[in-house]
């Protein structure tokens, strides 16, 4: 019962199809739903029936989306309306806004260019949709009476987020991607010190220390730069959401700091609707842009415009975006089949090509290209690779760890083998166990049972008004406090002694010890007790001794008493206590013995 | 006879006024409220009467606002308040109520020990919190102007101690204010500290904070805080609240200042390091903080922290790469490699930053320890207010620190590419500030250069400036370097001044570099003759600056003059004096002369001085009116003397003006006034007014004796102006006359005025009333004792202020069009010398119309240049405070029917502080003189179009 389990069905030391399933204080939660772009059969999606066959919707409580990539998102239309669930969807509102749009340009290629049967259809995206609940940042979501739900920053892309999940007293933050630097058009990643049981962290930088981005920025606008100052043509393939909008950030605000002329073109169909969003969510983005968006909103690109065709074959220099990132196919094809025989021109290739694609062996130096149709392109155009990557590196990790300092990690989202090292150093420099579950495979993570008391308001400011009264805070000084511990309904409630006995309607009984000392003192019975509050307030520090009237002496509940008896140095010295100060008691008692008797 | 009517009519209505007002309802206590006395019976009644708990927190709010007053039963007041205080149950009027009693320590000989005792008193029964906690603060206020042994002060002290124990936080942390604040720190023996230290312990981090910020304060005030909480104050910065560990890391830093070499043990080994080096490495950390507000102290604590261990202070800027478990190069090493090895980057390789040898998992650390990349992170932060804290440690810390400051000179090049601009600038003040620590290499010269293509003036200039402060490493630098700044000036023909100084001061600091560069610059042949260079070529010019400016420290140049470039050097030295400096070229006899006129001209200056001083005789205003002409035209030729001649011709304008009005019989009797006569002393009048003026504002650097001089000179021009109104026309000069006195009191404190001012000053104080009739009774014969007594010297150390508008140039032929009742931004860049009062700049805008006006510039747009190279280079000179305006100024007007000028003018407005605002009204002064123009007006085409009607 206490323990936590989470099943990756995607991701589990892999990248891709991130889908992680959460059980937790008897709670069932799936933390993204995303799908492979490396397979095209039903590996693509995961395995929906390892939860239930057929309808979801009775084994698990809510899906967490993190952003709208679609490894992350792929499958919820596959889920929710082929499979059949009908809970609850949470994601931030960019996320909500975007994914749909990278789903039906998924579907698009799926169905209509490789022609595939048996896929959501559009309008499964859009009743898929209704069924998600927008959620801001920090915002705190009640799921159901027991599932609590909050969304952070993650940078990663525009409405990337981190969700604290919370069932109980058990918690656990999933981070989806995130990104530890801020980049040109995002913050950086920000979580409180939540202190979760199990921080689930990416790690597709787990092995990486990454150089600091102003060198890489700087390089690669010098190259633009210098390429347009001699006339040349620059290609930059990108994918379509993400990392273009930061380029053109880039590209846009040094054109315009460089006062530069010549024409930079966009040529990404559906990102012309996501910069829409862009421009629509703001305050997602970083502190220079949510600043200055009054007087003008970055995303309102002044010197980059909509690419046409025709444009191709116009003389002088220029910088064009297309799609897709990994020249494999489509415009970014067509143009660098077209500029590659001029050595003005320039290609740079912004993000990981996968080996086999054109991209990949234009970057490994092959200055012949052969294309699918046996057609072979000279390359003559200089060629760069500039990594603009938004993931946490192995720093990073580590400094979100630091920030909401977890009791258990574990990690998905990488390469097992680089998990491993990673996984290494967080037991060795943080002491906290750290997990890396394969796919398919179940960590089960124990967290201690905390049973939670209510304590009632006025006990607790009555003992804390006694602790203030003493003195100065010392944390070496313990704290007692008294208190009837009430066990009712399943619910337990620590309550002042009266209002117990009230509410259980039960009379409250004392019970008090009182016993006698015979002691041999000289003088009269009050000098005597002058005596005795002196030794007591050499030896104690803690409780100050009160006399009271009528000679008594007051330590707590203890009371001390001096009697003259009949002989002259000999008294009787009574001490009464009540049940709870026993300890105190016994201790006067002895002490009092040493030194007098 | 009507004026009399007038008022007591004007008194009739009043009281009708009220009578009719005054019974409806409480609603007329307000007025009742705001007239001016605030009597005790008033008090009393008010307080008493006010029923509703809104009126009397409205009243208590009057008689705050109305403090501190000069009523006389203060005494009383209080103790109404505080029967009032007695009655009310409210708290929040508590709350005030004692906020008012606090406040009365603002009334001056008030006496303190009366409300605190009153304080205690009511301190003693008080139950709720917040009026508590405001009394503890109202209690520590008035503490601070205790004697320091006061026995007063030991019970505040004392009573500080007790409330610790009160239950509610906001009581906790006044008291811990208090004893921060007041406890005595000469003979205490760390008793309070102790205790103090002991609620840094506190479970509410609000009381946690206020006991770190006791600490500081009573480490402020002289106390030394005890090594022992070092530990202790480490473990706060790990808390969870961002205030204490804001708190703790300045606790931290300050000790890091007190004991920075005592050691500290690290946890899990045997080594020891210096408190100030682990208390760095501390504050390091935090800058991986997760808080904003942390992370900025701690980059802006660490810039102070100079006497750092250089190895610690390395390590701020090393980051380990890896890939891939492979150790990676960091761009600046793998830049460092291509250049060293004199192999250029290809810049068509993949993955030329490949990962090279393996490492070993054990040995990697991730979290950082120690300082470790601090400053890499902190410039890399998502806040610029980190990143421009971390740039001003940065920069602090190369200061004193040579080898760290090559090191961050990647780091600060890097900035420049920052995407916020005050970042940019930021970064590139500072690379200026410690240019003369580094030396630039050829790759990095031309990344710095790169960004001269910016678009921002401000960023180009601040370049220009820092390019011109650096040290340059090889000829090739010279040359990429003067090449790019070439291309700037074609680009951006405005900065043709920043970068003529830039040129001018690169030639002067690498003379022998330039040697090297002089036949290609100059495109001297050794066969050939080349063609002449237009001299009127900005490019060429440059070229000139630079080479003329490097020949002064190397005469080897000189010998490689051919003589169009002798001439040009003339015509230069000629047109733009300050940039191109004296040469010896030999055969040029100019450097003879030179030195023969400046001798001409300081005898020509001592003899004027001399007639100046001579006994006075019967046509001395001739004898000025001479001199002053000399002294006009001195100035113009001798550019060295200029400002303290100018002065002295300013002065001198005034007194013969003086003489001039004092000798014509119109300024004081009205009844033989022709009307001619009536004004040409009005006329001199005024004319004496502006002179007077432009002596006072347009001239700073000065000693004590000459502004008193001045200031005399101006009370002489007061003192005319108002007998003249008194005596010889009918307007009241009571406003004026009050001014005047108030002149005159200011002068009071200084020991040996100039003889007229000594004069007034005495005859003032002597005078209990002072009536405008009485005063120029006074003033008359002082005046007429003082017409030609002017002791002149010559300031020499005095600048005039000097404003020249570089743009727009008034040379455009092209009108600028905007719709009519819209506005024009017309952008204007002006340079502008010795401005004294940048409080009282203004632009003037004048329209055809002949309507005139003052626009106050915004303040950001006036910025003060800082000239680095210049006093860097040579000591002798006194740098001359120079200001840069560059604002855009907004120009509106009616449809024209063709286009016209309007002028833009630099101006000092100088209304406010010599009109008080009693005179406003008058007629006697225009607005106009009290205008000082700085420059020529530059005029500017424009044309307001009507607004086309339909779309």
């Given at each position: 019962m206490t323990d936590i389990k989470v099943t990756p069905l995607?991701?589990?030391?892999?990248?891709?199809r991130s889908c992680i399933l959460l059980q937790m204080g008897g709670k069932n939660i799936m933390l993204d739903c995303g799908m492979h772009m490396g397979y095209n059969d039903e590996r693509r999606f995961p395995d929906f029936s390892y939860i239930a066959d057929g309808n979801l919707t009775e084994s698990l409580d809510c899906v967490i989306i993190s952003h709208f990539h679609l490894d992350h998102c792929g499958a919820l239309p596959f889920m929710t309306e082929m499979v059949g669930y009908s809970g609850p969807i949470y994601m931030t509102h960019p996320t909500k806004a975007i994914a749909p749009i990278l789903l039906e340009d998924m579907r698009k290629v799926a169905v209509e260019r490789k022609g595939e049967t048996n896929f959501f259809t559009s309008a499964h995206i859009k009743d898929c949709m209704k069924k998600v609940i927008a959620v801001t940042l920090h915002q705190t979501v009640q799921v159901d009476s027991e599932i609590e739900i909050k969304a952070y920053y993650a940078?990663?892309?525009?409405?990337a987020a981190m969700f604290h999940v919370k069932v109980g007293n058990q918690s656990v933050v999933y981070t989806g991607d995130y990104n530890m630097t801020p980049d040109r058009h995002l913050g950086a990643a920000w979580i409180d010190k939540c202190r979760p049981n199990i921080l689930i962290s990416e790690s597709t930088y787990a092995t990486t220390i990454r150089d600091s981005k102003r060198c890489r920025e700087r390089d690669f606008l010098k190259k633009v730069h210098d390429c347009v100052d001699r006339g040349g043509k620059v290609l930059i393939p990108v994918f379509a959401l993400g990392r273009a909008q930061e380029l053109c950030i880039l590209l846009e605000t040094y054109w315009e700091r460089m006062n530069l002329k010549a024409p930079i073109y966009f040529a990404v169909g559906l990102t012309e609707k996501a910069n829409n969003y862009y421009k629509m969510f703001i305050t997602w983005t970083n502190q220079k842009i949510r600043k200055t968006f009054v007087q003008r909103n970055m995303f309102d690109f002044k010197h980059i415009r909509p690419f046409d065709k025709s444009y191709a074959d116009t003389p002088g220099p220029m910088v064009v975006f297309a799609t897709p990132g990994m020249l494999h196919a489509g415009l970014s094809l067509q143009l660098f089949k077209k500029w590659a025989p001029n050595e003005n021109n320039m290609l740079i290739m912004p993000g990981y090509c996968v080996s086999g694609t054109v991209g990949a062996k234009v970057l490994s130096g092959a200055k012949k290209v052969e294309t699918e149709n046996r057609q072979v392109i000279e390359v003559k155009m200089s060629v760069q690779y500039m990594s603009f990557s938004a993931h946490a590196d192995a720093k990073g990790i580590m400094q979100l760890i630091q920030y909401c300092e977890p009791q258990n990690v574990l990690l998905v989202h990488g390469e097992g083998v680089k998990m491993e090292f990673l996984k290494q150093k967080i037991q060795q420099e943080y002491g906290i166990d750290c997990y890396m579950p394969a796919n398919g495979e179940s960590a089960y993570i124990p967290c201690k049972p905390v049973v939670p008391v209510d304590v009632s308001l006025s006990l607790l400011k009555k003992e804390m008004a006694l602790y203030d009264t003493v003195g100065a805070p010392d944390p070496k000084r313990p704290c007692r406090m008294h208190g009837v511990l009430v066990m009712k309904d399943n619910v337990l409630r620590l309550m002042e002694p009266e209002k117990a006995f009230g509410e259980l309607g039960l009379n409250r009984h004392a019970i008090r010890f009182t016993s006698c000392l015979q002691l041999r003192l000289p003088g009269s019975a009050s000098r005597a007790m002058d005596q005795i509050q002196l030794i007591l307030n050499s030896q104690n520090t803690n409780y100050p001794v009160k006399p009271s009237e009528e000679g008594v002496l007051n330590l707590e509940s203890v009371s001390i008493k001096m009697e003259s008896t009949d002989k002259e140095d000999r008294k009787s010295m009574m001490i009464s206590w009540a049940l709870q100060d026993e300890d105190l008691a016994t201790w006067i008692m002895s002490s009092l013995r040493q030194v007098i008797v | 006879m009507a004026v009399l009517k007038k008022r007591a009519l004007a008194e009739y209505s009043q009281v009708v006024q009220e009578e009719a007002c005054s019974?409806?309802?409480?609603?007329?206590?307000k007025p009742r409220l705001s007239s001016l006395q605030l009597e005790d019976e008033l008090v009393a009644d008010t307080l008493e009467r006010l029923e509703t708990n809104d009126d009397l927190v409205a009243y208590l709010n009057y008689i705050q606002r109305k403090l501190p007053f000069h009523a006389d039963d203060k005494v009383v007041l209080m103790r109404k308040l505080i029967e009032t205080y007695h009655r009310s149950e409210q708290s929040h009027i508590r709350l005030k109520i004692i906020g008012i009693v606090g406040d009365f320590r603002k009334i001056p000989k008030f006496e303190i020990q009366l409300i605190i005792n009153e304080v205690i008193k009511l301190l003693s029964m008080e139950t709720s919190h917040k009026v508590c906690a405001s009394m503890i603060s109202v209690l520590s206020k008035l503490g601070n102007l205790l004697v320091c042994d006061s026995p007063l002060l030991n019970k505040i002290i004392n009573i500080g101690m007790q409330l610790l124990n009160n239950s509610s936080h906001l009581v906790k942390c006044h008291c811990l204010s208090l004893l921060g604040g007041l406890s005595n720190t000469t003979n205490l023996q760390g008793e309070n500290v102790k205790h103090i230290c002991k609620f840094t312990k506190s479970q509410d981090p609000r009381v946690r904070t206020a006991a770190y910020d006791a600490l500081l304060r009573l480490h402020d005030r002289g106390q030394k805080l005890e090594l022992c909480v070092y530990t202790d104050v480490c473990s706060a910065l790990q808390d969870d609240n961002e205030n204490v560990r804001q708190s703790a890391m300045r606790i931290v830093w300050v000790l890091s200042h007190t004991y920075p070499e005592s050691c500290v043990m690290i946890p899990g080994c045997q080594d020891e390091v210096h408190l100030v080096d682990d208390a760095f490495a501390k504050l390091c950390q935090a800058i991986g903080d997760l808080s904003v507000n942390v992370r900025t102290l701690a980059a802006e604590l660490?810039?102070?922290?100079?006497?750092?261990n250089p190895h610690f202070l390395e390590q701020t800027l090393d980051k380990k790469l890896m890939s891939d478990m492979r150790r990676k190069r960091s761009a600046h090493e793998r830049h460092w490699e291509t250049v060293t090895s004199g192999e250029w980057a290809s810049g068509a390789r993949w993955a030329d930053d490949k990962p090279r040898e393996n490492l070993d998992a054990e040995s990697v650390s991730l979290i950082h320890s120690g300082a470790c990349g601090a400053f890499v992170h902190g410039l890399e932060d998502e806040f610029m207010e980190v990143r421009s804290a971390s740039l001003d440690s940065l920069c602090q810390l190369a200061l004193s620190n040579p080898r760290f400051a090559t090191l961050s000179l990647d780091f600060l090049v890097d900035m420049f590419n920052d995407e916020i601009e005050e970042v940019r600038l930021k970064a590139i003040d500072c690379m200026t500030k410690i240019s003369h620590l580094i030396v630039l290499r050829e790759d990095q010269l031309e990344i710095i250069l790169g960004v001269l293509e910016d678009s921002n003036v401000e960023i180009r200039e601040g370049l220009h400036r820092m390019l011109g402060a650096c040290r340059l490493s090889t000829k090739a630098c010279l040359k990429i370097c003067v090449q790019t700044l070439l291309d700037n000036l074609k680009r951006y023909s405005q900065d043709k001044r920043s970068i003529w100084r830039c040129l001018q001061s690169l030639g002067s600091s690498h003379p022998n570099l330039t040697l090297l560069l002089v036949p290609e610059l100059l495109t001297v042949h050794p066969f050939f003759d080349m063609p002449e260079a237009d001299v009127e070529d900005p490019s060429y010019v440059c070229v000139l600056l630079l080479v003329f400016n490097a020949a002064q420290f190397c005469p080897q140049i000189l010998s490689l003059f051919e003589e169009h470039i002798r001439r040009h050097y003339r015509y230069l030295r000629d047109t733009i004096s300050n940039f191109v400096p004296r040469l010896q070229l030999a055969g040029v006899e100019d450097m003879e002369t030179q030195v023969d006129f400046d001798t001409n001209t300081n005898y020509f200056l001592q003899n004027v001085m001399s007639r100046l001083n001579q006994p006075t005789s019967t046509n001395q205003i001739k004898v000025w009116d001479a001199a002053c002409n000399d002294l006009i035209r001195l100035a113009q030729i001798d550019s060295n003397l200029a400002h303290g001649v100018e002065l002295l011709a300013t002065q001198l304008e005034c007194h013969i003006l003086i003489a001039k009005v004092m000798n014509s019989p119109a300024w004081i009797d009205s009844s033989s006034l022709n009307a001619q006569d009536g004004d040409v002393v009005k006329n001199l009048i005024d004319q004496l007014q502006r002179c007077s003026l432009r002596l006072q504002y347009m001239f700073s650097n000065l000693s004590t004796e000459e502004k008193l001089l001045i200031q005399s000179t101006r009370l002489q021009a007061m003192a005319i102006q108002l007998v003249y109104i008194v005596r010889a026309s009918n307007t009241s000069a009571l406003a004026l006359s009050d001014h005047f006195v108030s002149r005159v009191e200011a002068l009071k404190g200084y020991g040996n005025l100039p003889s007229f001012a000594g004069c007034i000053v005495k005859e003032i104080s002597r005078l209990e009333d002072t009536k405008p009739g009485v005063l120029s009774r006074i003033l008359l014969p002082i005046l007429q004792a003082h017409i030609y007594v002017a002791p002149f010297c010559l300031p020499a150390k005095a600048f005039k202020v000097n404003a020249e508008i570089l743009e727009p140039t008034g040379e455009s032929d092209n009108p600028q069009k905007f719709l009519a009742g819209f506005v024009l931004g017309v952008v204007l860049d002006a340079e502008i010398q010795c401005l004294a009062h940048p409080e009282y700049l203004r632009v003037r805008v004048k329209y055809p119309d002949l309507n005139a006006q003052l626009i106050i510039p915004q303040e950001s747009h006036l910025k003060t240049i800082k000239q680095y190279a210049q006093s860097e280079l040579n000591e002798n000179i006194t740098v001359v405070p120079e200001h840069r305006l560059r604002t855009s100024v907004l120009v509106s007007h009616q449809v024209w029917t063709e286009s016209s000028h309007i002028e833009l003018s630099l101006v000092l407005d100088v209304t406010e502080p010599e009109v008080p605002s009693a005179l406003?009204?008058?007629?006697?002064?225009?607005?106009?003189?009290f205008i000082i123009e700085l420059c020529k007006p530059v005029r500017v085409l424009v044309s307001p179009k009507p607004i086309k009607r339909g779309i």
């Amino acid at each position: 019962m206490t323990d936590i389990k989470v099943t990756p069905l995607g991701a589990g030391q892999d990248v891709g199809r991130s889908c992680i399933l959460l059980q937790m204080g008897g709670k069932n939660i799936m933390l993204d739903c995303g799908m492979h772009m490396g397979y095209n059969d039903e590996r693509r999606f995961p395995d929906f029936s390892y939860i239930a066959d057929g309808n979801l919707t009775e084994s698990l409580d809510c899906v967490i989306i993190s952003h709208f990539h679609l490894d992350h998102c792929g499958a919820l239309p596959f889920m929710t309306e082929m499979v059949g669930y009908s809970g609850p969807i949470y994601m931030t509102h960019p996320t909500k806004a975007i994914a749909p749009i990278l789903l039906e340009d998924m579907r698009k290629v799926a169905v209509e260019r490789k022609g595939e049967t048996n896929f959501f259809t559009s309008a499964h995206i859009k009743d898929c949709m209704k069924k998600v609940i927008a959620v801001t940042l920090h915002q705190t979501v009640q799921v159901d009476s027991e599932i609590e739900i909050k969304a952070y920053y993650a940078g990663h892309v525009l409405g990337a987020a981190m969700f604290h999940v919370k069932v109980g007293n058990q918690s656990v933050v999933y981070t989806g991607d995130y990104n530890m630097t801020p980049d040109r058009h995002l913050g950086a990643a920000w979580i409180d010190k939540c202190r979760p049981n199990i921080l689930i962290s990416e790690s597709t930088y787990a092995t990486t220390i990454r150089d600091s981005k102003r060198c890489r920025e700087r390089d690669f606008l010098k190259k633009v730069h210098d390429c347009v100052d001699r006339g040349g043509k620059v290609l930059i393939p990108v994918f379509a959401l993400g990392r273009a909008q930061e380029l053109c950030i880039l590209l846009e605000t040094y054109w315009e700091r460089m006062n530069l002329k010549a024409p930079i073109y966009f040529a990404v169909g559906l990102t012309e609707k996501a910069n829409n969003y862009y421009k629509m969510f703001i305050t997602w983005t970083n502190q220079k842009i949510r600043k200055t968006f009054v007087q003008r909103n970055m995303f309102d690109f002044k010197h980059i415009r909509p690419f046409d065709k025709s444009y191709a074959d116009t003389p002088g220099p220029m910088v064009v975006f297309a799609t897709p990132g990994m020249l494999h196919a489509g415009l970014s094809l067509q143009l660098f089949k077209k500029w590659a025989p001029n050595e003005n021109n320039m290609l740079i290739m912004p993000g990981y090509c996968v080996s086999g694609t054109v991209g990949a062996k234009v970057l490994s130096g092959a200055k012949k290209v052969e294309t699918e149709n046996r057609q072979v392109i000279e390359v003559k155009m200089s060629v760069q690779y500039m990594s603009f990557s938004a993931h946490a590196d192995a720093k990073g990790i580590m400094q979100l760890i630091q920030y909401c300092e977890p009791q258990n990690v574990l990690l998905v989202h990488g390469e097992g083998v680089k998990m491993e090292f990673l996984k290494q150093k967080i037991q060795q420099e943080y002491g906290i166990d750290c997990y890396m579950p394969a796919n398919g495979e179940s960590a089960y993570i124990p967290c201690k049972p905390v049973v939670p008391v209510d304590v009632s308001l006025s006990l607790l400011k009555k003992e804390m008004a006694l602790y203030d009264t003493v003195g100065a805070p010392d944390p070496k000084r313990p704290c007692r406090m008294h208190g009837v511990l009430v066990m009712k309904d399943n619910v337990l409630r620590l309550m002042e002694p009266e209002k117990a006995f009230g509410e259980l309607g039960l009379n409250r009984h004392a019970i008090r010890f009182t016993s006698c000392l015979q002691l041999r003192l000289p003088g009269s019975a009050s000098r005597a007790m002058d005596q005795i509050q002196l030794i007591l307030n050499s030896q104690n520090t803690n409780y100050p001794v009160k006399p009271s009237e009528e000679g008594v002496l007051n330590l707590e509940s203890v009371s001390i008493k001096m009697e003259s008896t009949d002989k002259e140095d000999r008294k009787s010295m009574m001490i009464s206590w009540a049940l709870q100060d026993e300890d105190l008691a016994t201790w006067i008692m002895s002490s009092l013995r040493q030194v007098i008797v | 006879m009507a004026v009399l009517k007038k008022r007591a009519l004007a008194e009739y209505s009043q009281v009708v006024q009220e009578e009719a007002c005054s019974k409806p309802l409480q609603l007329m206590k307000k007025p009742r409220l705001s007239s001016l006395q605030l009597e005790d019976e008033l008090v009393a009644d008010t307080l008493e009467r006010l029923e509703t708990n809104d009126d009397l927190v409205a009243y208590l709010n009057y008689i705050q606002r109305k403090l501190p007053f000069h009523a006389d039963d203060k005494v009383v007041l209080m103790r109404k308040l505080i029967e009032t205080y007695h009655r009310s149950e409210q708290s929040h009027i508590r709350l005030k109520i004692i906020g008012i009693v606090g406040d009365f320590r603002k009334i001056p000989k008030f006496e303190i020990q009366l409300i605190i005792n009153e304080v205690i008193k009511l301190l003693s029964m008080e139950t709720s919190h917040k009026v508590c906690a405001s009394m503890i603060s109202v209690l520590s206020k008035l503490g601070n102007l205790l004697v320091c042994d006061s026995p007063l002060l030991n019970k505040i002290i004392n009573i500080g101690m007790q409330l610790l124990n009160n239950s509610s936080h906001l009581v906790k942390c006044h008291c811990l204010s208090l004893l921060g604040g007041l406890s005595n720190t000469t003979n205490l023996q760390g008793e309070n500290v102790k205790h103090i230290c002991k609620f840094t312990k506190s479970q509410d981090p609000r009381v946690r904070t206020a006991a770190y910020d006791a600490l500081l304060r009573l480490h402020d005030r002289g106390q030394k805080l005890e090594l022992c909480v070092y530990t202790d104050v480490c473990s706060a910065l790990q808390d969870d609240n961002e205030n204490v560990r804001q708190s703790a890391m300045r606790i931290v830093w300050v000790l890091s200042h007190t004991y920075p070499e005592s050691c500290v043990m690290i946890p899990g080994c045997q080594d020891e390091v210096h408190l100030v080096d682990d208390a760095f490495a501390k504050l390091c950390q935090a800058i991986g903080d997760l808080s904003v507000n942390v992370r900025t102290l701690a980059a802006e604590l660490l810039g102070s922290m100079v006497n750092v261990n250089p190895h610690f202070l390395e390590q701020t800027l090393d980051k380990k790469l890896m890939s891939d478990m492979r150790r990676k190069r960091s761009a600046h090493e793998r830049h460092w490699e291509t250049v060293t090895s004199g192999e250029w980057a290809s810049g068509a390789r993949w993955a030329d930053d490949k990962p090279r040898e393996n490492l070993d998992a054990e040995s990697v650390s991730l979290i950082h320890s120690g300082a470790c990349g601090a400053f890499v992170h902190g410039l890399e932060d998502e806040f610029m207010e980190v990143r421009s804290a971390s740039l001003d440690s940065l920069c602090q810390l190369a200061l004193s620190n040579p080898r760290f400051a090559t090191l961050s000179l990647d780091f600060l090049v890097d900035m420049f590419n920052d995407e916020i601009e005050e970042v940019r600038l930021k970064a590139i003040d500072c690379m200026t500030k410690i240019s003369h620590l580094i030396v630039l290499r050829e790759d990095q010269l031309e990344i710095i250069l790169g960004v001269l293509e910016d678009s921002n003036v401000e960023i180009r200039e601040g370049l220009h400036r820092m390019l011109g402060a650096c040290r340059l490493s090889t000829k090739a630098c010279l040359k990429i370097c003067v090449q790019t700044l070439l291309d700037n000036l074609k680009r951006y023909s405005q900065d043709k001044r920043s970068i003529w100084r830039c040129l001018q001061s690169l030639g002067s600091s690498h003379p022998n570099l330039t040697l090297l560069l002089v036949p290609e610059l100059l495109t001297v042949h050794p066969f050939f003759d080349m063609p002449e260079a237009d001299v009127e070529d900005p490019s060429y010019v440059c070229v000139l600056l630079l080479v003329f400016n490097a020949a002064q420290f190397c005469p080897q140049i000189l010998s490689l003059f051919e003589e169009h470039i002798r001439r040009h050097y003339r015509y230069l030295r000629d047109t733009i004096s300050n940039f191109v400096p004296r040469l010896q070229l030999a055969g040029v006899e100019d450097m003879e002369t030179q030195v023969d006129f400046d001798t001409n001209t300081n005898y020509f200056l001592q003899n004027v001085m001399s007639r100046l001083n001579q006994p006075t005789s019967t046509n001395q205003i001739k004898v000025w009116d001479a001199a002053c002409n000399d002294l006009i035209r001195l100035a113009q030729i001798d550019s060295n003397l200029a400002h303290g001649v100018e002065l002295l011709a300013t002065q001198l304008e005034c007194h013969i003006l003086i003489a001039k009005v004092m000798n014509s019989p119109a300024w004081i009797d009205s009844s033989s006034l022709n009307a001619q006569d009536g004004d040409v002393v009005k006329n001199l009048i005024d004319q004496l007014q502006r002179c007077s003026l432009r002596l006072q504002y347009m001239f700073s650097n000065l000693s004590t004796e000459e502004k008193l001089l001045i200031q005399s000179t101006r009370l002489q021009a007061m003192a005319i102006q108002l007998v003249y109104i008194v005596r010889a026309s009918n307007t009241s000069a009571l406003a004026l006359s009050d001014h005047f006195v108030s002149r005159v009191e200011a002068l009071k404190g200084y020991g040996n005025l100039p003889s007229f001012a000594g004069c007034i000053v005495k005859e003032i104080s002597r005078l209990e009333d002072t009536k405008p009739g009485v005063l120029s009774r006074i003033l008359l014969p002082i005046l007429q004792a003082h017409i030609y007594v002017a002791p002149f010297c010559l300031p020499a150390k005095a600048f005039k202020v000097n404003a020249e508008i570089l743009e727009p140039t008034g040379e455009s032929d092209n009108p600028q069009k905007f719709l009519a009742g819209f506005v024009l931004g017309v952008v204007l860049d002006a340079e502008i010398q010795c401005l004294a009062h940048p409080e009282y700049l203004r632009v003037r805008v004048k329209y055809p119309d002949l309507n005139a006006q003052l626009i106050i510039p915004q303040e950001s747009h006036l910025k003060t240049i800082k000239q680095y190279a210049q006093s860097e280079l040579n000591e002798n000179i006194t740098v001359v405070p120079e200001h840069r305006l560059r604002t855009s100024v907004l120009v509106s007007h009616q449809v024209w029917t063709e286009s016209s000028h309007i002028e833009l003018s630099l101006v000092l407005d100088v209304t406010e502080p010599e009109v008080p605002s009693a005179l406003k009204r008058w007629r006697g002064f225009s607005e106009d003189s009290f205008i000082i123009e700085l420059c020529k007006p530059v005029r500017v085409l424009v044309s307001p179009k009507p607004i086309k009607r339909g779309i």
